[in-house]
């Protein structure tokens, strides 16, 4: 099972919007409406922002969205603050066999 | 509030072994799947395997199926990791991990590092 394709590095000024793409295949991303993000900032864990797609836990600001189409989805943060910038990963279910793909990572810079 | 503490990392030499411990608390552990994922240094995140709530399944990534095996203690609230022939690729942050729905992990552990070198 190959990774998820995400671009290694995005960036935006505060205030503004920026879209991560993670792309897949119809067997992981395109197959399924279970993706997910993480944010995770340097030396600490990954926290969930966004599972099924577009739906955010409890806690986690409506800035963050998240959609789909065929085989790739993408990452929204509007509204950019200082506190965005992290490196964001994408996951899919990937069937009973696999269960789940992660992407590369992509490093959000806040200029 | 959900904790999840890992421990057992260390440096160990290529074709040897590691067992990997997770502690739970805050949940019903014996009611969850758990999962473990590791990120090799300036990495991104790769998903290692998963361990049924009861014990009676596993899923591994291709790259560690057949060297690893994951074993839970539901009377201790513990999961473990069991790394045989262990490569330099293996070198990462293991974390273990709860899932929420599906392949969405709502809780991770702070990580244990696992060097493989000689």
């Known amino acids: 099972q190959s990774a998820l394709t995400q671009p290694p590095s995005a960036s935006g000024s505060p205030g503004q919007s920026v879209t991560i793409s993670c792309t897949g295949t119809s067997s992981d991303v395109g197959g399924y409406n279970y993706v997910s993000w993480y944010q995770q900032h340097p030396g600490k864990a990954p926290k969930l922002i966004l599972y099924?797609?577009?739906k955010r836990p409890s806690g986690v600001p409506d800035r963050f969205s998240g959609s789909k189409s065929g085989n790739t989805a993408s990452l929204t943060v509007s509204g950019l603050q200082a506190e965005d910038e992290a490196d964001y990963h994408c996951s899919s279910y990937a069937g009973s066999n696999n269960f789940a793909v992660f992407g590369g990572g992509t490093k959000l810079t806040v200029l | 509030q959900v904790q999840l503490v890992e421990s057992g990392g260390g440096v160990v030499q290529p074709g040897g072994s590691l067992r990997l411990s997770c502690v739970a608390s805050?949940?019903?552990?014996?009611?969850?799947?758990m999962h473990w994922v590791r990120q090799a240094p300036g990495k991104g995140l790769e998903w290692v395997g998963f361990?049924?709530?009861?014990?009676?399944?596993?899923v591994f990534a291709a790259s560690v199926k057949g060297r690893f095996s994951i074993s839970r203690d539901n009377s201790k609230n513990t999961l473990y990791l069991q790394m045989n022939s262990l490569r330099t690729e293996d070198t990462a942050v293991y974390y273990c991990?709860?899932?929420?729905?599906?392949?969405?992990?709502?809780?991770w552990g702070q990580g244990t590092l696992v060097i493989v070198s000689s």
């Open positions: 805050g949940f019903n552990f014996r009611n969850f799947g």
């Open positions: 991990a709860k899932p929420w729905i599906r392949e969405a992990l709502d809780y």
């Open positions: 361990r049924r709530y009861d014990g009676r399944d596993e």
């Open positions: 099924e797609v577009n």
